[in-house]
């Protein structure tokens, strides 16, 4: 069994910048993909940026520029470095690992209003 924690949302200023990081405990498989979905009211859940156990990242073309994906390996933990943040980017973040299955965290609320 997996679990995941994440810390770091909360409100900012359009332009201002939040960390959001999430720290995974119990039996991982060292080779896994951890990443970051968020969903907004009405909406689907979005993938905004995943990063693999090599290192190697992907992120949603919305965030490209702005967000920035990294993970420490030694302590299973997955960071999302948010800059330049938009009204739009109002969405619970979630936090996520897929190793043989997908584990979720329980997800942080980032709110983005002057």
């Known amino acids: 069994q997996v679990q995941l924690v994440e810390s770091g949302g909360g409100l900012v200023q359009p332009g201002g910048s939040l960390s959001l990081s999430c720290v995974a405990s119990?039996?991982?498989?060292?080779?896994?993909?951890m990443g970051w979905y968020r969903q907004s009211p009405g909406k689907e859940r979005e993938l905004v940026a995943t990063i693999f156990s090599n290192g190697r990242t992907n992120y949603a073309d919305s965030v490209k520029g702005r967000f920035t994906i990294s993970r420490d390996n030694a302590k299973n933990t997955v960071s999302l470095q948010m800059n330049g943040l938009k009204p739009e980017d109002t969405a619970v973040y979630y936090c996520?690992?897929?190793?043989?299955?997908?584990?979720w965290g329980q997800g942080t609320q980032v709110t983005v209003s002057s």
């Open positions: 119990g039996s991982i498989f060292s080779i896994n993909v």
């Open positions: 996520y690992l897929s190793a043989l299955r997908i584990y």
